[in-house]
């Protein structure tokens, strides 16, 4: 019995968190259509998602496009297929990589970034303060990163996209001794834009789920900094694993035949 009841209790834990989840997530999304409307606090973290965030979406796509070409022309050469190397690179970047490792970067950066934040807030009771002030925390402090975030990625992974090709350009050019002209000209030959769509409104919905993760669990936190602090891990951990899960479902939607 003592089994069965972990089990359930464990299972209504589960129901009952994913009950507070969607309705913080109902009220922060109504929120986003209703006035009154901060700009210049979208700006702000549009600031922060966007831009700061480049050097390191930049980083990884660039060393993950090489090692794609690297590793796709270890693969095709046992089967002297290696021309196709431009092609294995340009979908793999736009339609998959792209979008999950900015998602899985950022999450790190800005889940934690804003559970923290907002967490802090929570403890000190600064969020109580707004209210006192007649200023809704919602449309305060959740509204504008959700905006941010969902507006924000997907210009996040578009340059992403660039540099990872880029990125097994270089290899497959400088390392490999591809002809600059003829790789370039499978690569545009070989994308279509359904491949670079299918990859923005995925990074659209992992904006979404970042920067949702991050307010919900910052918003949620309590018991001082120890609280802060595993709101955080539970941003970071929560989003990572709804953006693989999305990452197949979305996948599913798009390419399932």
Known sequence: MR??????????????????????????????????????????????????SLPVVGLTAIFAGMVLALQSYTGFARFSAEGVIANVVVISITRELGPVLAGLMVAGRIGASLAA?????RVTEQIDALTTLSTNPMKYLVTPRLIAGVTMFPFLVFIADIIGVFGGYVVAVYKLGFNP???????????????VNSGL??????????T????????????????????????VVSASILILCFYYILTEMFFAK
């Not at 995925?202 to 970042?210: E, Q, S």
Request: with cysteine; proline share 3%; net charge positive.
């Open 181 to 195: 002209a003829n790789y370039i000209q499978s690569t545009y030959d070989f994308l279509q834009a359904e491949d």
């Open 117 to 121: 934040e907002i967490g802090t807030m």
């Open 212 to 235: 949702l993760m991050g307010c919900y669990h910052g918003y949620n936190s309590k018991g001082g900094a120890q609280g802060v602090g595993t709101a955080t891990t539970n941003a």
């Open 201 to 210: 409104v995925k990074a659209a919905v992992f904006g979404f789920i970042v």
């Open 3 to 52: 089994f069965l009841r972990l089990i359930g209790r464990v299972f209504l834990a589960f129901l009952g968190t994913a009950g507070r989840l969607i309705l913080f997530t109902a009220d922060a999304v109504s929120q986003c259509v209703r006035p009154p409307f901060y700009p210049r606090m979208i700006l702000r973290h549009m600031l922060d998602i966007g831009y700061f």
